[in-house]
């Protein structure tokens, strides 16, 4: 299975800050890394995929790169809206499709 | 773009059943490879199971292998999960959602609400 690791688990940001989320494969996955937002109480939302594709209609602030075993969620500057959990996934080594643990991302 | 509603959770006590189901709209719901995931209370996601456009391929988390079954009625647009044996560890909200249609890696583009599940004596 490929075990995905994010860190940090949360994290405090202040409205414009640069945020960065790491997600960590224990195998390589290509480019086939992605990223999704879960608000409170609302179903995850597909921010990125293949690593650094802009799912249609998400906001330039969010960009992702890596490659291999190493990926990277970056908010250029935290909105009030973006404060919620996100986590990494890959659907390219399976079964099993796995998760990262999530990142909360709460105000300052 | 797809909607998809999940219905069929509910209160069941250990050792139960239930059988999810999912509804898409939009007629491209046969093109796509299907999942289930799922997510304890307070917890992360977890994948359940999926299956590919036809439902020929089945594929599950070992831990509800052979308790649970996901199938798919294409002339019905729907999407099912038969839960078995029911664990209180199979509680959560179980979320359908659609793989995106790429030859490896798909992400999973659209999601439905989630139905709760909960199980408990």
């Known amino acids: 299975d490929v075990q995905m690791t994010q860190s940090p688990s949360s994290l405090s940001a202040s409205v414009g800050d640069r945020v960065t989320i790491t997600c960590r494969t224990s195998?390589?996955?290509?480019?086939?890394l992605n990223w999704y937002q879960q608000k409170p109480g609302e179903a995850p939302k597909l921010l990125i995929f293949r690593a650094s594709t802009l799912q249609t209609g998400v906001p330039s602030r969010f960009s992702g790169s890596g490659s291999g075993t190493d990926f990277t969620l970056t908010i250029s500057s935290l909105q009030p809206e973006d404060f919620a959990t996100y986590y990494c996934h890959q659907n390219y080594i399976t079964p099993p499709v796995t998760f990262g643990g999530g990142t909360k991302v709460e105000i300052k | 773009e797809v909607q998809l509603v999940e219905s069929g959770g509910g209160l069941v006590q250990p050792g139960g059943s239930l059988r999810l189901s999912c509804a898409a709209s939009?007629?491209?719901?046969?093109?796509?490879?299907m999942s289930w995931v799922r997510q304890a209370p307070g917890k992360g996601l977890e994948w359940v199971a999926n299956t590919n456009q036809d439902g020929s391929d089945r594929y599950y988390v070992d831990s509800v292998k052979g308790r649970f079954t996901i199938s798919r009625d294409n002339a019905k647009n729907s999407l099912y999960l038969q839960m078995n044996s029911l664990t209180v560890e199979d509680t959560g909200l179980y979320y359908c959602a659609r793989e995106g249609g790429y030859s490896y890696g798909s992400p999973l583009d659209s999601w439905g609400q989630g139905t709760l599940v909960s199980v408990s004596s």
């Open positions: 939009g007629s491209s719901f046969s093109w796509y490879w």
């Open positions: 195998q390589s996955i290509s480019t086939y």
